[in-house]
């Protein structure tokens, strides 16, 4: 199965400023399918990214994703308070889907 | 605006069984998958496996395999998922989430906390 890792682990900043994550992939994930969830305590996760770059319906544009291969980031250009959550990222080329650990955007 | 909406929580004793249902609205139930994912406490995305909502196949991880069955209900626009012979291992929040497939899941039930204890 394909192992996708995610660092940092938490990533602690304050609003305004941008953060950067990354998530490596154990094999090349086929036809950049690799997508962004965000998570907040006691709810679902979110779509943000899939297709690796494209943004989901409602998302706000400080949110972008890029890579390819085996190495994706996520990018967002200036936190907004609501954005402090668990970010996951999840590759859907191969069975089983997986999910990265995840990473932590704290105040 | 789609929706999923799951069953309420619910509590079993080890070695049972726990079904947990995921009803549809706002959009063609058969024209997409249904992804279930679950949560243990304090931890990561667990994804268990899909069921292709007009032809009921399915595609389950291996850990899973021969203990969780999906399986639906187009007349009611529902999917369920059931977990048996359950261990405390099996405690966490399952989420029923749309998908195609081999694709993104973009929108997801609100969760259902099964918690196993004696």
């Known amino acids: 199965e394909i192992v996708l890792t995610q660092s940092p682990g938490t990533l602690s900043l304050s609003p305004g400023e941008g953060a950067t994550l990354s998530c490596r992939a154990s094999?090349?994930?086929?036809?950049?399918?690799l997508a962004w969830y965000q998570q907040k305590p006691g709810q679902a996760p979110r779509l943000l990214i899939y297709g690796a770059s494209s943004r989901a319906t409602g998302i706000p544009d400080r949110f972008s994703g890029s890579g390819s291969g085996t190495d994706f980031t996520l990018t967002i250009s200036r936190l907004e308070p609501e954005d402090f959550a668990v970010y996951y990222c999840?590759?859907?080329?191969?069975?089983?889907?997986?999910f990265g650990g995840g990473t932590k955007v704290e105040i | 605006q789609v929706q999923l909406v799951q069953s309420g929580a619910d509590l079993k004793k080890p070695g049972a069984s726990v079904q947990v249902s995921c009803k549809a609205s706002?959009?063609?139930?058969?024209?997409?998958?249904i992804n279930w994912v679950r949560q243990a406490p304090g931890q990561g995305l667990e994804w268990m496996g899909w069921?292709?909502?007009?032809?009921?196949?399915?595609n389950s991880a291996q850990k899973f395999q021969g203990r969780a069955t999906m399986t639906w209900d187009t007349s009611i626009s529902t999917a369920y998922m059931e977990l048996t012979r359950l261990t405390s291992d099996d405690t966490a929040v399952y989420y029923c989430?749309?998908?195609?497939?081999?694709?993104?899941?973009?929108?997801w039930g609100q969760g259902t906390l099964v918690t196993v204890s004696s």
């Open positions: 999840q590759q859907y080329a191969f069975s089983p889907l997986t």
């Open positions: 706002a959009y063609t139930f058969s024209g997409y998958y």
């Open positions: 069921i292709n909502l007009n032809s009921g196949a399915t």
């Open positions: 989430a749309r998908t195609r497939g081999y694709s993104h899941s973009d929108f």
């Open positions: 094999q090349t994930v086929i036809s950049s399918f």
